[in-house]
């Protein structure tokens, strides 16, 4: 028996076969081959196509049945993780009304902003543990105020994932951890944010039934069973944010463990019980995959927008060159980039900088003595930096830090961006062996609930390599110092 997994990611759709017993992998890969195109009609805006997203999800499935060669009809159980915090709005027969506004879309700040203002930090912070900040709810709420004729012919709103589940089986639905992602789940009275979805106006009606992870969803229709190649029946059991599901790949469940990643964004994700959050607007609290009422564990992220995208851009914008070039290339240059800054970015408000568009900043170019590998160490160490800057922000709404993990994948395939982090921030970061694909197909097949048994696999079988603080933290100090500065002095200007 299998589980697949399907993980909607920014740049790109991949999708992993498990082996149901084990866990282990039968085949990995993604859609499209290039990366996926965000559209920004204004600057401030991001947005992609949920039926685009469909077309990749169908051919990445196909791929992995063709090029694995199992039996289909083996195919029992489907995990979906995605893109958070997106707005996809369908009408009655499930067509999406327009584009999604997706996570990195900085329209609805002000929305935000204000309903923050009007309903005020308590309030917010008691029910919703989180600002409106830029999120689902805010979203839709920009759809009402400017596109009213399509918030009439809305049917049901749904975040990126909800909607690939929709796909697959005819059912429109979201779950408590996803309302938690558009600040639509309120802690306190264990259900739906009425009292934002009443300030915003939205209809409630617009809200699609709540399913519960690790149990039967809906079933592949007999559409999708054509579109996907796969079998008619087999179940969707599990669903969520990329981010929690990153922790859940590698074993993240309990107070004090930390999940990170550098993909398009760059998250760090602590594990924690507090329902009474000190920052409510620069980190973010939602429902993690195994919070019940009763055990109610919370994932408080700390993202940052314009991570991996800015290395993309370089890559696309700076001779093509792949990753691997790229990170050999920069690994020749010493820590601190020969003095050239990168301030990373440009994708979008940034929520730990009061939701500011500060925009990527090069800086100290020579045009006599930089080329471009400074630029490729510039802009890991860039990126590493605004983590670091990033978990100071963090730690002060988490405890202590007991483990932090990363998978063997994006930003973390690069040395020099692992080694960074690791040592600015004084802690080992374990690398396992997974991706989010991977752990969506797995998470499919926890519908024992058996939680202890899942962690100890990924534990005993995925850990490849730690990385350790390096002993010379000195360049790195100096570098991160004069990075910081450079960032400060933007920021006053913004
Ligand atoms: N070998 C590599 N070394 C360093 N960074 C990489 C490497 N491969 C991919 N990346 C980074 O990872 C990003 C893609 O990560 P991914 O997790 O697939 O993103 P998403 O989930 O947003 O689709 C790329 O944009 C790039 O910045
Ligand atoms: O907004 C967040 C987390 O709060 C982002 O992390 C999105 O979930 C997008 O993830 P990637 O496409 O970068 O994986």
């Known amino acids: 028996m299998y589980h697949l997994g399907i993980d909607l990611g920014s740049s790109s759709v991949k999708v992993a076969l498990v082996d149901a017993d084990s866990g282990k992998k039968i085949i990995s890969l993604h859609e499209p081959p290039n990366e996926m195109e965000i559209i920004a009609v204004n600057p401030d805006w991001a947005e992609q196509d949920p039926n685009m997203w469909w077309t990749h999800v169908c051919n990445a499935i196909k791929r992995v049945i063709k ?31 327009r584009n999604s506004i997706i996570w990195c879309d900085s329209r609805a700040v002000n929305i935000g902003r204000k309903a923050l203002e009007d309903l005020g930090e308590t309030f917010c912070g008691e029910h919703m543990l989180n600002a409106p900040g830029n999120f689902t709810a805010s979203k839709l709420k920009w759809v009402i105020d400017n596109e009213p004729e399509r918030y009439k012919s809305t049917y049901k709103f749904m975040l990126p994932g909800d909607f690939i589940a929709y796909k697959l089986t005819g059912k429109m639905a979201t779950t408590k951890n996803g309302l938690s992602e558009g600040i639509l789940w309120d802690y306190k009275a264990d259900e739906v944010a009425t009292g934002l979805l009443d300030y915003y106006g939205i209809d409630k009606n617009l809200v699609p039934e709540i399913v519960e992870n690790f149990t039967n969803q809906g079933s592949v229709n007999e559409q999708a069973s054509k579109d996907t190649g796969l079998p008619l029946g087999a179940q969707v059991t599990y669903r969520s944010g990329d981010q929690p599901n990153n922790a859940l790949s590698l074993n993240i469940f309990n107070p004090g463990e930390v999940a990170a990643t550098g993909g398009t964004s760059g998250v760090v994700y602590a594990v924690s019980n507090n329902l009474k959050p000190q920052e409510i607007s620069k980190v973010n609290h939602f429902a993690h ?17 314009g991570a991996g995208i800015q290395y993309r851009w370089l890559r696309n914008n700076c001779g093509n060159d792949s990753y691997e070039t790229m990170n050999t290339k920069a690994s020749e240059v010493e820590v601190g980039s020969n003095g050239v800054v990168i301030i990373p970015f440009g994708n979008g408000a940034e929520r730990m900088l009061e939701n500011k568009n500060v925009g990527t900043h090069i800086l100290n170019l020579n045009l006599n003595s930089h080329g471009n590998a400074h630029l490729y160490r510039a802009s890991l160490e860039g990126i590493a930096f605004s983590f670091v800057y990033g978990v100071e922000i963090l730690k002060k709404d988490i405890g202590d830090i007991k483990v932090i993990r990363a998978g063997n994948d994006n930003l973390f395939r690069s040395e020099i961006f692992a080694n960074t982090v690791a040592t600015l921030i004084n802690h080992d970061i374990e690398i396992y062996n997974t991706t989010g694909a991977v752990g969506a197909a797995r998470a499919a097949g926890l519908t024992d609930g058996n939680f202890d048994k899942f962690g100890e696999n990924i534990t005993n079988n995925d850990h490849v390599m730690t990385y350790t603080p390096l002993e010379n933290n000195a360049p790195y100090e100096t570098a991160y110092e004069s990075w910081k500065n450079e960032l400060e002095m933007i920021l006053k200007h913004k």
């Open 289 to 305: 995959v195994n919070y019940t009422k009763e055990e109610p564990i919370i994932g408080t992220l700390l993202n940052i927008n």
């Open 67 to 97: 090029e694995s060669d199992v039996n289909v009809s083996q195919i029992k159980n489907i995990g979906i993780s995605y893109q958070m915090h997106g707005l996809v709005i369908v009408d009655k027969s499930g067509h999406p009304l």
